[in-house]
């Protein structure tokens, strides 16, 4: 596998991490870009982010095609050869590749090897789950299995301060500690100008930025660029089951 996972697209978009994405996308032609997550006018949105990729020479593609989740993607996603999926609402993401089937395909294609840069919710879902997601579950959804590319969970937009604007509101920390509750698997934090690689199962390294990792016996550490994000069972995690194992507490 080959993946750019970003803490945030930004705005402009990707302009913060533009030479990572242009590293990541040089022998790439055909670029596909799913604006899935996007809840409002998804059309409008990718004519928007391929303007801009295009005309700021973020993307060497000589094309640029929008995967429509709800019409025929097949062909499409079976042209390109690199996908970016952006920002949006990870609930709404996660609800439309189920609905569309594309779940199962994305899996298969991007453990087969299809460069994929996922930013905000796109980085989410390449975990285990969704469930550490900043986002409203405006969709309803009741099942928040995901991408399962990573062993472990992702909280984009990351930060050490409080999790809203209200003083006595909990920090993402606690939150993840809450996750940890219930679920096994690690998570890692992705500052908004951080950029996380992973290359097939090797540890990921963290291109720009800073991450925070998190796992369920408590520790906490940060990773700076360069650094490998690693913990004590990162081999056998990655080749184990992704599920990320239930805990039932009584």
Not at 122 to 145: C, K, Q, R, Y
Not at 149 to 162: D, G
Not at 217 to 242: A, C, K, M, P, Y
Request: aromatic share 10%; proline share 5%; glycine share 8%.
């Amino acid at each position: 596998m080959k993946l750019l996972l970003i803490g945030a697209t930004g705005s402009p978009y990707f302009e913060h991490c533009r030479r990572e994405m242009l590293d990541f996308l040089r022998s790439s032609k055909t670029v596909g870009l799913l604006s899935a997550a996007n809840p409002f006018d998804e059309q409008a949105y990718f004519v928007a982010m391929k303007e801009h990729l295009t005309r700021n020479g973020l993307s060497t593609a000589k094309e640029l095609i929008h995967i429509c989740w709800n019409s025929n993607w097949r062909p499409s996603l079976n042209k390109i050869d690199a996908l970016v999926v952006p920002g949006g609402n990870t609930f709404v993401l996660l609800k439309r590749l189920y609905q569309s089937g594309l779940i199962e395909a994305l899996r298969y294609k991007i453990r087969e090897g299809l460069p994929y840069i996922g930013s905000s919710a796109g980085a989410n879902v390449t975990g285990p789950n969704i469930l550490t997601t900043n986002d409203w579950n405006v969709a309803g959804v009741s099942h928040f299995e995901a991408l399962a590319l990573v062993p472990f969970n992702i909280n984009p937009h990351y930060v050490e301060r409080s999790a809203s604007d209200a003083p006595n509101s909990e920090t993402r920390s606690q939150r993840i500690r809450e996750y940890h509750q219930f679920w096994n698997n690690p998570v890692v934090g992705i500052e908004e100008t951080a950029v996380l690689s992973v290359v097939g199962a090797t540890a990921p390294i963290v291109s720009k930025g800073r991450v925070k990792l998190f796992t369920k016996d408590g520790r906490q550490r940060s990773f700076g660029s360069g650094e490998e994000l690693v913990w004590d069972d990162w081999t056998s995690s990655f080749e184990g089951s992704f599920e990320g194992e239930k805990e039932i507490v009584p």
